[in-house]
């Protein structure tokens, strides 16, 4: 039996996630910033002070990889944490000086290794694309977010009798020389 992966939408959306990770990877090398950092500092750009939680969710990185990510960011002056004024368990992420400027300088990188990734294709087909994905992305958050169904308990097994507990078996005794 064979699968075709050119028909899977799951190996093609990988597929163009890879393509689309190297164009703006090579992008931001000039930055100095991984594809990663690039997005923190864009979700924070117009949204200072949000929480972790909140980065979490614009950026799609996992929780114990932005929260490594948050304190290198932090020791490498790119990004301030500071308590929440709304939640007292909860920090609040802003840009410094030094992040706003590489998100600056990042920026144009980006959007220009964005670009040539959609030259291929036509100014039709980008829009299609874009609603298709943008589509995508919020009905599996929808799915994602929504409480899961309850299991339905199994019906209560009878118990079965306990078997009597067997002799312990007596060792060989040992020949004597």
Known sequence: MSYNLNASPSHL?????????????????TAGL??????????????????????????GIDRSTLADM???????GMIKRSDSKTDARAKSVSLTAKGKKAFDKALP?????????????AKAKQDALMQGLG?????????DAAPAPKARKAPAKAAAPKAAPKAAKKAPAKKKK
């Open 13 to 29: 959306l990988h597929r163009a996630q890879q393509i689309a990770a190297n164009h703006s990877a090579s992008a931001l090398k």
């Open 34 to 59: 991984t594809l990663r950092q690039f997005s923190v500092l864009a979700a924070l750009s117009g949204n200072e002070g949000v929480s972790q939680s909140d980065l979490v969710n614009a950026t």
């Open 70 to 76: 948050v304190a290198r960011m932090e020791a490498g």
């Open 109 to 121: 990188a980006v959007t220009k290794a964005d670009a040539a990734l959609f030259a291929t294709l």
């Open 135 to 143: 589509g995508l992305v919020e009905e599996a958050e929808k799915a």
